[in-house]
């Protein structure tokens, strides 16, 4: 592929638009993913967060490049990530809506309605299918397509990269190597990547059940996640992860698993990092409202109800150390 240009501020990092530092070993962080589905959304997420002079304990969120709202969002959310208050990373999108790359330069991924046309399992048969070398390619073209349009908006992360990515497809290993290659073609620094393996151990201690399909997709994305091990760039954290086995009902977190998942996070020096949904959205309004699955989950009930959670919890900055 040809060479990207590159966002790295002359001179090294700006300090007076720097990122807020990712949390120490134990630490907590209450994550949103999906920001900016929609400006109203983008506020709604604002305000469950009381260091963005809401109330709630968010502390982090990953936002959709591929969203018609994205600038519009990033410029909300941008004065409190420059102020420390709120960490903000690219939610990779691979899966639901259009493109950010011409539909012409990436047709594998693209339906007849220029909309992304893959789930998870879509993209894992795509990638190592007969058109997998065409296929990764594409894949590598969008995924710079979006980190170049998320750089715009946050050009401090240029040299501090934070990265996840919808239906967590970047733990499928041909997605993930191109999105390695997408990061390094656009001279980005990958600071943080989710790890998207959920330890059983701190549910399991709780004894409370949890839906078993949850548990399918956590075993899956542990056995795909082992051909990653080892790839990632040295500066890179991971974090510890809790928001598969509870999905859709992250509702159900409490104190009490806090608490466990904090106290394993201590042990393996590490950070927790606890995935919400929050906020629903309107059919009509999601990213692609033809794609029903995906339209159903934007609009579900039960991310209030995660809303509300994140409500419950006190802020970061009131959380006693384990």
Same mark, same amino acid.
């Given at each position: 592929?040809?060479?990207?240009?590159?966002?790295?501020?002359?001179?090294?990092?700006?300090?007076? /638009?720097?990122?807020?530092?990712?949390?120490?070993?134990?630490?907590?962080?209450?994550?949103?993913?999906?920001?900016?589905?929609?400006?109203?959304?983008?506020?709604?997420?604002?305000?469950?967060?009381?260091?963005?002079?809401?109330?709630?304990?968010?502390?982090?969120?990953?936002?959709?490049?591929?969203?018609?709202?994205?600038?519009?969002?990033?410029?909300?959310?941008?004065?409190?990530?420059?102020?420390?208050?709120?960490?903000?990373?690219?939610?990779?999108?691979?899966?639901?809506?259009?493109?950010?790359?011409?539909?012409?330069?990436?047709?594998?991924?693209?339906?007849?309605?220029?909309?992304?046309?893959?789930?998870?399992?879509?993209?894992?048969?795509?990638?190592?299918?007969?058109?997998?070398?065409?296929?990764?390619?594409?894949?590598?073209?969008?995924?710079?397509?979006?980190?170049?349009?998320?750089?715009?908006?946050?050009?401090?992360?240029?040299?501090?990269?934070?990265?996840?990515?919808?239906?967590?497809?970047?733990?499928?290993?041909?997605?993930?190597?191109?999105?390695? /290659?997408?990061?390094?073609?656009?001279?980005?620094?990958?600071?943080?990547?989710?790890?998207?393996?959920?330890?059983?151990?701190?549910?399991?201690?709780?004894?409370?059940?949890?839906?078993?399909?949850?548990?399918?997709?956590?075993?899956?994305?542990?056995?795909?996640?082992?051909?990653?091990?080892?790839?990632?760039?040295?500066?890179?954290?991971?974090?510890?992860?809790?928001?598969?086995?509870?999905?859709?009902?992250?509702?159900?977190?409490?104190?009490?698993?806090?608490?466990?998942?904090?106290?394993?996070?201590?042990?393996?020096?590490?950070?927790?990092?606890?995935?919400?949904?929050?906020?629903?959205?309107?059919?009509?309004?999601?990213?692609?409202?033809?794609?029903?699955?995906?339209?159903? /989950?934007?609009?579900?009930?039960?991310?209030?109800?995660?809303?509300?959670?994140?409500?419950?919890?006190?802020?970061?900055?009131?959380?006693?150390?384990?």
């Amino acid at each position: 592929m040809e060479k990207h240009r590159t966002h790295r501020p002359v001179g090294g990092p700006d300090p007076e /638009a720097a990122e807020p530092a990712h949390p120490a070993a134990g630490g907590v962080l209450f994550h949103a993913d999906d920001y900016g589905i929609t400006l109203a959304q983008a506020r709604a997420i604002l305000a469950l967060s009381d260091a963005c002079g809401g109330h709630g304990a968010l502390g982090s969120a990953s936002a959709f490049a591929n969203s018609p709202a994205f600038e519009e969002a990033a410029a909300l959310a941008a004065p409190h990530v420059k102020s420390g208050a709120l960490l903000m990373g690219l939610h990779l999108n691979l899966v639901e809506g259009a493109p950010c790359a011409d539909t012409s330069d990436v047709p594998l991924l693209v339906n007849e309605r220029g909309m992304f046309c893959h789930d998870f399992l879509g993209l894992a048969r795509l990638t190592n299918g007969s058109q997998r070398a065409q296929a990764r390619a594409q894949i590598e073209r969008e995924c710079v397509a979006q980190i170049e349009r998320f750089l715009e908006a946050f050009p401090a992360q240029a040299h501090a990269l934070r990265l996840d990515s919808h239906q967590h497809t970047h733990a499928i290993p041909a997605v993930f190597d191109t999105l390695l /290659a997408a990061v390094r073609s656009c001279g980005c620094t990958l600071s943080h990547l989710r790890t998207p393996v959920e330890p059983l151990e701190p549910h399991l201690a709780r004894r409370r059940a949890a839906p078993p399909v949850n548990i399918a997709k956590n075993t899956l994305l542990a056995l795909l996640w082992r051909m990653n091990r080892g790839k990632l760039p040295s500066e890179c954290a991971t974090s510890l992860f809790c928001g598969v086995v509870l999905s859709g009902c992250m509702e159900r977190v409490d104190e009490a698993l806090v608490a466990a998942f904090r106290s394993l996070a201590t042990q393996r020096g590490q950070a927790v990092e606890f995935l919400f949904h929050p906020v629903s959205v309107p059919r009509a309004q999601c990213l692609d409202p033809e794609n029903a699955p995906f339209a159903a /989950a934007c609009a579900a009930p039960g991310r209030d109800a995660e809303a509300r959670a994140l409500q419950r919890f006190p802020p970061i900055s009131q959380r006693a150390e384990p």
